[in-house]
């Protein structure tokens, strides 16, 4: 069965850490892009994070730059986020995504919700308390 599995959210104060895990079973992990999103409450999903499983190539929303991380195992078909320095307004629930996005086209389109047509992770809550 083809998979993405996401866990490692949770509660934390303001300024603290947490690192999400997208784990991925039933895909051949060649040329993916595997994206966070996160969407909260009366807000549209928005993009986050990704990495390309092929050539590692990582990209960022300007919201978290600096703060969050972007990591790959691939012998584990599994990525990561780091996130450090969390504030309130990264409260909502994150979801993992996998699509396989030509390369020329990920730059552009990583964060389109949309481009991702098949593979979700079910969400898990951050809760950044302030």
């Known amino acids: 069965e083809v998979q993405l599995q996401a866990s490692g959210g949770g509660m934390v104060q303001a300024g603290g850490s947490l690192r999400l895990s997208c784990a991925a079973s039933g895909i051949t992990w060649d040329q993916y892009t595997i994206a966070w999103f996160r969407q909260a409450p009366g807000k549209e999903r928005e993009g986050v994070a990704c990495v390309t499983t092929t050539g590692g190539t990582k990209y960022y929303a300007d919201s978290v730059k600096g703060r969050f991380t972007m990591s790959s195992d691939n012998a584990k078909k599994t990525v990561y986020l780091q996130m450090n320095s969390l504030k309130s307004e990264d409260t909502a629930v994150y979801y993992c995504?996998?699509?396989?996005?030509?390369?020329?086209?990920?730059?552009?389109?990583?964060?389109?919700?949309?481009?991702?047509?098949?593979?979700w992770g079910q969400g898990t809550l951050v809760t950044v308390s302030s």
């Open positions: 995504a996998a699509e396989r996005i030509p390369s020329i086209f990920v730059q552009s389109t990583w964060n389109n919700p949309h481009v991702y047509t098949n593979l």
